[in-house]
């Protein structure tokens, strides 16, 4: 069994957002970046599932600007055993992502593709879905719980209000939810090691996929400022601000 992950790097979930002064986008410059939170938890469980003796090799991909060879060493100094990159400095968006996606899968046939359930820089929720449909494959979206069985994977989905078991045959996509996993982080030795993994290098343009956005930003706004608090003396009157001036009871 192959496995591929898909890891994206992202503005660290430490680090407060500035929007760009003219409201296109936020701010990168001089800002860290790091793996998907999402993604730490697919790599995780990718490794997982490789110490279980159910998986022979783990190939991390990550698609954007050539930093994104630190994401996928991250990746291999977790337990990965190769990486690729499908690099370009062009906006990629959820559908370019799957298409490109698709492009390595078809390169890679891996029995399972692992991917974090939403970015936290675009919260698009969209990469997995779009890359099973493009596929033509499975999917278990929003994932707390995988075991593979022979030639299918039994899910436990996070939904509304609970939890829902399905079995999908393989292939298929799996996106995680954060209460999958916990990840473990990278000791020296291994960061060490990794430098010395196989990295494939691709040029997004020479893959032929029409990877051009779709989808126009128009504005890149803060969240309004959060007013103060104010200190109630008592609980009648933190009903009497509830009922009549926050109107919530
Ligand atoms: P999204 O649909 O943008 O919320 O992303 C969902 C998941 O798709 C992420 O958690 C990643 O696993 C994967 N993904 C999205 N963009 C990229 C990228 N540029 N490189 C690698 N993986 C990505």
Redesign the pocket.
Known sequence: MKIL?????VVDYNVKIRVKADQTGVDTANVKMSM?P??EI?VEEAIRIMEAGKAKEIVV????VAQ?QETIRYALALGADRGILVQTDDE?Q?LA?AKL?KFVVERENPDLVI?????ID???????QMLSALLGWSQATFASKVELGDGEATVTREIDGGLETIRVSLPTVI?VDLRLNEPRYAKLPNIMKAKKKPLEVISAADTGVDFAPRLTTLKVTEPPQREAGIRVGNVAQLLDKLRNEAKVI
Request: aromatic letters at 4%; glycine letters at 10%.
């Open positions: 992950v898909a890891v994206k790097r998907n999402f993604d697919a991909v990550s698609l954007g994104c990629l959820p992502v996606l991917l974090g359930k939403q970015a675009d919260d698009s929720n969209q990469t997995g996106s």
